[in-house]
T-cell receptor, first 115, second 115 residues
Framework: DTGVSQNPRHKITKRGQNVTFRCDPI?????LYWYRQTLGQGPEFLTY????????KSRLLSDRFSAERPKGSFSTLEIQRTEQGDSAMYLC?????????????FGPGTRLTVL | SQQGEEDPQALSIQEGENATMNCSYK?????LQWYRQNSGRGLVHLIL?????REKHSGRLRVTLDTSKKSSSLLITASRAADTASYFC???????????????FGTGTLLAVQP
């Protein structure tokens, strides 16, 4: 399977704990995106990487959130001191760099439940 | 924040009927894309229409775009039970000299196709 993969698929944690999610994009895709989706809503943009550079962050990405893409391949999203309001589906997407028109390919998501 | 609204929020039809979903957005766009999401899963890209296009077809899908009204519609013809899913429109933000980056999603239409 050469699509975008995300791990874990599900994460249940207690409030106050730290969690980390991983995203492996399609191998030749330089651009990587993180989105968050709450129940009944469309995904909302969190952050964007081109290779290892984090080029944009949403105001939704509070100080408790940090994302990295150290080698320009896989990416991690860490949430520190989780709160119940962090419960959501976290989606990763990737696309090619070339051209200004591009399809983003999404992974299956990581569903986070904070108790 | 969401880009706009999708209409209707929910739609229930019989197999074989056509389904039409509408999307409105707020800002200038480079392109508009439609995605499908099966329950609790990641998003699957369906079709992309550029801002200088008015209509596009892909199999049983027909998309229209009216940039003067900032609206788009997705028509699924001869629907099947497997088409049951949530459908989202997403607009590509104009940024970095025209290169598209983050997607801004609507609130989605939940389509149920009864066998």
């Amino acid at each position: 399977d050469t699509g975008v993969s995300q791990n874990p698929r599900h994460k249940i944690t207690k409030r106050g704990q730290n969690v980390t999610f991983r995203c492996d994009p399609i191998s030749e895709h330089n651009r990587l995106y993180w989105y968050r989706q709450t129940l009944g809503q469309g995904p909302e943009f969190l952050t964007y990487f081109q290779n290892e550079a984090q080029l944009e962050k949403s105001r939704l990405l509070s100080d408790r959130f940090s994302a990295e893409r150290p080698k320009g391949s896989f990416s991690t999203l860490e949430i520190q001191r989780t709160e119940q309001g962090d419960s959501a589906m976290y989606l990763c997407a990737s696309r090619e760099t070339s051209g200004s028109i591009g399809t983003q390919y999404f992974g299956p998501g990581t569903r986070l439940t904070v108790l | 924040s969401q880009q706009g609204e999708e209409d209707p929020q929910a739609l229930s039809i019989q197999e074989g009927e056509n389904a039409t979903m509408n999307c409105s957005y707020k800002t200038s766009i480079n392109n508009l894309q439609w995605y499908r999401q099966n329950s609790g899963r990641g998003l699957v890209h369906l079709i992309l229409i550029r801002s200088n296009e008015r209509e596009k077809h892909s199999g049983r899908l027909r998309v229209t775009l009216d940039t003067s009204k900032k609206s788009s519609s997705l028509l699924i013809t001869a629907s099947r039970a497997a088409d049951t899913a949530s459908y989202f429109c997403a607009t590509a933000d104009m940024n970095y000299g025209g290169a598209t980056n983050k997607l801004i999603f609507g609130t989605g239409t939940l389509l149920a196709v009864q066998p």
